[in-house]
């Protein structure tokens, strides 16, 4: 529908592997080629392992508080401008190339934050196949729909580019813990915004959102939640 290629699918998943050697919590950190993406071993025709993100044991933790109380403790706090649950429904006449429910939250989620999806400074979206890194920042409204084919053939969404996505290397690399991998992504946006990210550093980072979905009703999403955070 969009001429969306393998080599473009594949350049998600050598960026983000290249993300996962800056990031020191990354379960992977070693750098991938679109030759090697292409070669790698089959999974589901078109996606080969290194499209796929792997399963794996972690934690991560947040700690919530009054903006007083956060104040107390820290010189750098973040804020949390918005954080949005939509559920699914039973609907399964949809377009394969959109979710209306990340594009429901997302809406929700820059209306209650009063910002619009240019106002972000990075995004950490649920990247479990690299077409899903596609499908979420265009169903999101981070990216118009269609075009995150050539955002990845300009590098806009490389660490230094116009919108950085997934610069922990996404799950792709950084991998995929479940239950810990929302809190995950949480943690890594307020490092970006305080500016202890280390070497994936985001320039000037000011809000920073992130993104999961999950389950599934008769192949429809479930649950999605987006969140939006601020300096």
């Given amino acids: 529908k969009y001429g969306t290629t393998l080599e473009q699918l594949a350049k998600v998943s050598v960026k983000n592997h290249k993300n996962g050697c800056l990031n020191p919590n990354s379960q992977y950190q070693k750098e991938c080629t679109i030759e090697e993406v292409h070669k790698a071993r089959m999974i589901c025709d078109p996606l080969t392992v290194l499209h796929c ?3 794996g044991d972690g934690a991560a933790a947040a700690v919530l508080c009054s903006k007083d109380k956060a104040l107390r403790y820290t010189s750098k706090p973040v804020y949390v401008a918005a954080s949005i649950l939509t559920t699914g429904t039973y609907d399964t006449l ?3 190339t959109e979710n209306g429910l990340e594009t429901s939250a ?3 989620a820059y209306e209650f934050a009063g910002i619009a999806p240019e106002d972000i400074s ?3 979206v649920h990247d479990c196949f ?3 890194e596609f499908l979420r920042c265009e169903s999101l409204g981070l990216v118009p729909k269609g075009e995150y084919g050539r955002w990845i053939d ?3 969404t490389e660490i230094d580019g116009k919108l950085p996505v997934n610069p922990s290397g996404g799950l792709l690399a950084k991998g995929h813990p479940v239950g810990a991998t929302g809190v995950a992504q949480v943690a890594e946006v307020v490092w970006h915004l305080r500016g202890e990210a280390g070497k994936r550093q ?3 980072a000011q809000t920073g959102l992130t993104h999961c979905s ?3 009703i008769m192949g429809d999403t479930a649950a999605c939640t987006v969140n939006i955070l601020k300096k």
């Fill in 154 to 156: 300009e590098g806009w």
């Fill in 130 to 132: 690299t077409i899903a």
């Fill in 94 to 96: 949809r377009d394969i």
């Fill in 202 to 204: 985001v320039k000037n």
């Fill in 214 to 216: 999950g389950g599934a």
């Fill in 122 to 124: 990075l995004a950490e």
């Fill in 106 to 108: 997302a809406k929700q």
């Fill in 53 to 55: 993100s792997p399963i």
